[in-house]
């Protein structure tokens, strides 16, 4: 079976960027300059933000289900972002170089599989996992930081 990555939409995050310091601190946010790359791995466009580019540090619920498995952590998202779009069975760059924890969820929201792959693997990892019968979407999170990534469906 076929799986899509998907990219968090800019929309919500764009108007942050106007925001004083004092105003981000209120909501949990946090304004940097990328000093090096990889290492501001932005959810809307899927990539790595250059040394020089404004991002946001936030919390971002990624996980707003009714279940245990509800969840929030802490994203970068680049200033100006475009959205990612890729295509069924493609795997951005920013996933392919760092490890992946990759957790699989049925119709109730509950995990039903997970699994720690090589970002090289991803696409024979998402391909077998997301072939479960049980499995309904998965998401994907950089396994060092635990950070939530992308989320991932059946391709149509």
């Not at 929030?72 to 924890?101: D, M, N």
């Not at 995990?111 to 090589?118: D, I, N, S, T």
Request: proline content about 8%.
């Amino acid at each position: 079976m076929t799986f899509r990555i998907h990219a968090l939409s800019p929309e919500p995050f764009a108007p942050l960027f106007a925001l004083s310091e004092d105003e981000l601190a209120g909501r949990n946010a946090l304004r940097r300059i990328v000093t090096a790359q990889p290492g501001a791995p932005c959810r809307v466009s899927l990539a790595d933000a250059a040394p020089g580019e404004t991002v946001l540090l936030l919390n971002y619920t990624h996980l707003p289900v009714d279940s245990p498995y509800q969840s929030r952590h802490a994203i970068y998202v680049r200033e100006g972002a475009t959205q990612a779009h890729p295509e069924p069975g493609e795997v951005p760059e920013v996933l392919l170089r760092r490890l992946i924890s990759v957790r699989y969820f049925d119709e109730d929201d509950l995990m039903c599989g997970a699994e720690v792959v090589e970002g090289s693997r991803l696409a024979r990892a998402l391909t077998r996992g997301m072939a479960e019968p049980e499995v309904r979407y998965a998401h994907l999170h950089f396994a060092g930081a635990g950070c939530f990534a992308a989320s991932v469906s059946h391709a149509a």
